[in-house]
């Protein structure tokens, strides 16, 4: 299924695509599409059953805001340097185990809101990534098999990078991560069944029409099942939160000088395989 959430910002309601591309509402069956939800086989089971019935009222996408499609996010977990290509761009050695950052849920927003640079950036960045989202609860994992088993979909994300606060300000990546409106989600939630090898998707983005990113999942140096089980060692994942699994070469990080890092006034378009696709334009905060 692909699942979503439409509507103002902070009154989204549940809604999902059917068979045939035609959206449908979902809050007459269940209250949100959230971690209860996609924990809750049987709910999920009544929400596939009436989807297949075509019972469900049809909404209008006209003017119709998609919002982000996941609710109460609980933690966002990043992977860094995750792909070899991305690696090579900037000269880092592959890391020999994952490189773990946290993003605050409130950094969230739809996948066609604006996205604000913050003030005083000059290294605003694009990172088009595959975004794992966790359907029952996963601590000490003992198999990448047992990782993707815990996996109840997959999202779109634009992990927007501050790269001179990320990098060059001290302490942790998380204060050039954080920056209000830098987790672009969705357009969908796809359930696991849609997607049946994460390691075999098209990751493209695009700045001003340029295309910037042309990758494949393919390129991760750990895949899905093992990043779960890897973080799963180090803290407890549950239903509802999310793993973005690194981004693949194409950065403006990457790029030779005077590298191409986001003004106001761009546009960045973003796509994966099977989970739709995101336009972002860029304003000054």
Known sequence: MKLLRVGPVGAERPAVLDQDGILRDLSGLVAD??????????????????VEAGSLPVL???????????????????????????AAE?????????????KAADTVVG????????????????????????GSTAR???SAEEGLAHVAGYVLVNDVSEREFQIERG?????????????PVGPWLATADEIPDPQALGVRLWVNGELRQDGTTADQIFP???????????????????????????????????????????????????????RQEFKDA
Request: hydrophobic share 40%.
């Open 171 to 183: 302490g942790t990546w998380d204060k050039g991560k954080n920056c209000e409106t830098f987790t």
């Open 60 to 86: 209008d996408p006209e003017g119709l805001r998609t919002g982000a499609p996941l609710g109460r996010i609980g933690k966002i977990v990043g992977i860094g340097l995750n792909y070899f290509g991305h």
């Open 224 to 278: 899905v099942g093992e990043v779960v089980h890897y973080l799963s060692r180090f803290m407890t994942l549950h239903p509802g939160d999310v793993v973005i699994t690194g981004t693949p070469g194409g950065v403006a990080m990457g790029r030779p000088e005077p590298k191409p890092y986001l003004r106001a006034g761009d546009v960045v378009e973003l796509e994966i395989d099977g989970l739709g696709r995101q």
């Open 33 to 50: 599409v959230d971690g209860a939800l996609l924990a809750d086989d049987c709910a999920l089971s009544r929400v596939r059953a009436a």
């Open 111 to 134: 996948p066609d809101d604006t996205v604000l640079i913050p003030r005083g950036s000059v290294r605003t960045d694009w990172e088009a990534e595959l975004g794992v989202v966790i």
């Open 90 to 102: 900037i000269g880092a050695e592959p890391p020999a185990e994952p490189i773990l950052f946290l």
């Open 140 to 142: 000490y994992l003992e």
